[in-house]
């Protein structure tokens, strides 16, 4: 069935129009946002101010078209790898340093990070954000008003060669009642030759007691990647809900001939996520999804009011997404359905040539990267307990594209797609 489908949505289309879509390039793969400190202290902390291996970025000179601003590498960040971390611009864009361009990311709602190491010098460094022409920011992103240039966070931070690229968790409840926790710790190198390091870690409870920890030394070469995966169990009433909402932390550092070279933390939530009949269900609990839609900038401070107001779950716009939404959601045991940003609500309802863009195949790779952005960047909040892949935005090749590749992912969490109406691509959930 999803092969004739996608055989008459080529059909319908025929020869994809004159519009070229240009795709991101020189980005890094999407991660769930990684800082880095030189001590375990600092780590500890947690703090979001500069510190020996980061720098944020504060002040742009911005001329509408072009924001620049300036950074220093130190010595100490000789023979590592650097980094460069933007959560989101209003426009598709193209990133320079130094005069050079790095990359071009097409999808400025969520987060980019590009390894600028080849760009910069020790001392001194610019960094231009370019604003680029975009055929497809009109067609995907109808909720926009405004074409000024804008951006939010950014900053610049070193890792070792042989780094802490992504953090990884699954749950599984036992028979007995308990979980087992799968945590992936996903390394990477940035050397063509064999390089080798230690990892170092530790899963500390909410009462801060040791419930594992243990190093793994893990060889890489050729600019590869490998995931070190261990388990913990987890008690029941532990588990992230609603009622329960203290994390526990994992804490990393790496270790290359002796030295150690990075240390983070990071808070870790552990739960399960089931639908069964469009019902979903948290750690074995049914819960309702009373919902409201809310942007991805919402104040934090107002999240109070609307569970007061009998919401348990928000249901997030399209557009950037703000992290200290997140991370108060998951204080707060609110549950958030996060939203890729497609939203093409100008071009129509026809799935014919010239219509709407979710059925032409020239689009399908800003359709797909898109939705794998919205996951990864989100992915390890536990507030977060299903992903929208559009919204008003007819059907076609495109989205289904987009659902079989998440669905690659082998996530629990439900995709889904609202204005599918009854189509397959999209995971029956009830929604209030």
């Known amino acids: 069935m999803r092969i004739i489908l996608s055989i008459l949505a080529l059909f319908c289309i025929g020869t994809a129009d004159a519009q070229q879509y240009n795709p991101s390039c020189g980005r890094e793969l999407p991660r769930t946002p990684i800082r880095i400190y030189p001590t375990a202290a600092e780590a500890s902390e947690a703090g979001r101010e500069g510190n020996r291996y980061m ?8 001329d509408g078209e072009r924001m620049t601003a300036t950074f220093t590498v130190p010595f ?6 650097v980094f460069f971390r933007l959560e989101w611009v209003s426009r598709a864009y193209e990133l320079w340093i130094n005069g050079r361009k790095v990359g071009y990311d097409a999808n400025g709602n969520a987060p980019a990070e590009y390894n600028i190491t080849k760009y910069v010098e020790e001392g001194r460094n610019r960094v231009e954000i370019v604003a680029a022409e975009s055929a497809h920011g009109a067609l995907l992103e109808s909720w926009k008003s405004s074409s000024q240039l804008e951006a939010g966070e950014a ?4 890792q070792p060669t042989l780094h802490v690229r992504d953090i990884l968790s699954r749950t ?3 028979e007995d009642g308990d979980a087992t926790a799968e945590v992936g710790v996903v390394l990477r190198t940035g050397s063509l030759n064999p390089r080798t390091s230690r990892l170092y870690y530790t899963l500390l409870s909410p009462s801060g007691r040791t419930v594992t920890t243990g190093s793994r030394e893990i060889t890489l070469n050729m600019r590869r990647e490998d995931t070190v995966r261990f388990l913990a169990r987890i008690p029941y009433d532990s588990l992230w809900c609603d009622t329960m909402t203290r994390p526990y932390r994992l804490q990393l550092k790496t270790q290359h001939e002796g030295r150690y070279e990075e240390y983070l933390e990071q808070p870790l939530d552990f739960r399960t996520v089931e639908v069964r009949e469009g019902h979903m269900s948290i750690n074995g609990r049914k819960v309702a999804l009373r919902c409201r839609e809310v942007p991805g900038d919402y104040d934090p401070g107002k999240l109070r009011e609307l569970r007061g107001e009998g919401y348990t779950t928000l249901r997030l716009l ?3 997404v703000a992290k200290p939404l997140l991370d108060s959601c998951d204080r707060l045991g609110l549950y958030v359905i996060v939203q890729a940003p497609v939203d093409t609500r100008r071009s129509g309802d026809s799935r014919r040539v010239g219509g709407n863009p979710s059925n032409n195949p020239a689009w399908r790779e800003a359709y797909v990267e898109r939705a794998l952005d919205s996951y990864h960047s989100t992915k390890l909040h536990p507030s977060v307990i299903a992903f929208a892949l559009a919204t008003q935005s007819a059907n076609g090749i495109n989205l289904y594209e ?3 590749k998440v669905k690659e992912l082998h996530e629990e969490r439900p995709f889904i797609y609202p204005d599918a109406e009854g189509e397959w691509n999209s995971d ?3 929604v209030e």
């Open 55 to 62: 720098s944020p970025l504060t002040t742009w000179e911005n």
């Open 318 to 320: 399209p557009g950037p």
């Open 402 to 404: 987009s659902y079989l």
């Open 428 to 430: 029956r959930l009830f």
């Open 76 to 81: 100490a960040w000789i023979n590592r790898q």
């Open 155 to 158: 900053w610049v931070m070193s």
């Open 172 to 174: 599984r409840i036992g």
